[in-house]
């Protein structure tokens, strides 16, 4: 089996489960340092409340699809494509967010954390509610940009639910080294390449949100040639002309190919609209990471030294 369509999935599940690790493992260690240990149930309930919620939520987006073809079977052609648009678009734009988000509260999230822990602790009857809230949230959060970015790869639902499993388990080894063996892991380094390496990936889906969006374009001008022709490019529909078509010398689905694919966003087939795209992206999400970087990521230091 070709592992490399996995590594996408892999890289973003890492990334975000090691941001839930670190509100859990800080939640934790406050909980320890207030000697309210026996909340930790409730920290635990939140991680599996919010794991189930992913789960759930990834059921819930695929019966959606699945009965919507289903219904309309005469439409698929057209549904498919737009599914597909609307996924990508909606795991760019959290993904996106995500990522300058946290780049900007990082300095600041440790001390909200315990702020809130504290905060709760003084409620007393509260108590339990607000820590499992607030480690449920966090989970959930990372689950579901997860899940809409697994259902971007649909193509590869195996290797992407693999890549997920290793980013997870990833996450887990990173928090108990963190917060449960004393660790020590340069935070600021991890998230600053994990953080490069998701803008890439993200770009690579602005490449096929328009390739799918030219699909759906496409599909609508066919069903209704006469009455909704909405191709205005003969190499393509919307997209303009074709920049290159290496399928015969580098194709994107077989090595090294699948890996420029795979973390650099390269496509055997390219066109104008799609570079454009993929250069406005870089340029300004790319752009306001790097500017966001000075406000200072994510302490070097273990949170539990």
């Known amino acids: 089996m070709d592992f490399a369509p996995a590594l996408p999935t892999f890289f973003v599940t890492l990334r975000e489960g090691v941001e839930a690790a670190l509100v859990v493992g800080i939640v934790l260690a406050c909980l320890n340092k207030a000697q309210q240990s026996q909340l930790n149930r409730w920290v635990y309930l939140g991680i599996g409340a919010g794991l189930l919620g992913s789960v759930l939520s990834g059921i819930v987006i695929f019966n959606s699809v699945a ?38 509260q990082a300095r600041s999230l440790k001390g909200d954390i315990e702020g809130n822990v504290i905060a709760a602790l003084q409620g007393d009857d509260a ?20 899940v809409l970015f697994i259902f971007t790869n649909v193509q590869q639902s195996v290797t992407a639910v693999i890549g997920a499993a290793g980013g997870l388990l990833g996450a887990t080894l990173i928090g108990l080294a963190l917060f449960k063996w004393g660790v020590r892991i340069n935070l600021k380094a991890f998230f600053q390449v994990m953080g490069v390496l998701l803008i890439l990936i993200v770009g690579g889906l602005v490449i096929s949100f328009f390739r799918n969006l030219d699909a759906a374009f496409l599909a ?64 300004t999400v790319g752009g306001t990471y790097f500017r966001s970087l000075g406000a200072g990521p994510t302490a070097q230091k273990s949170p539990s030294s």
């Open 67 to 104: 009965q919507a073809q289903q219904a309309l079977p005469t439409l698929e052609p057209i549904i498919e494509p737009f599914f597909d648009c609307l996924f990508c678009a909606i795991a760019i734009v959290m993904l996106s967010w995500m990522l300058l988000w946290m780049t900007r």
């Open 220 to 283: 609508i001008s066919n069903f209704d040639p006469v009455n909704a022709d909405l191709c205005i490019s003969q190499a393509s529909c919307i997209l303009g002309p074709q920049l290159w078509d290496a399928r015969a010398v580098l194709p994107d689905h077989e090595f090294p190919g699948v890996l420029l694919k795979t973390l650099l966003g390269y496509r055997e087939q390219l066109f104008a609209g799609q570079l454009l795209a993929y250069v406005a992206f870089i340029i």
């Open 127 to 146: 108590a339990g509610i607000t820590i499992f809230s607030l480690v449920c949230i966090a989970v959930l959060r990372e689950g579901i940009e997860t």
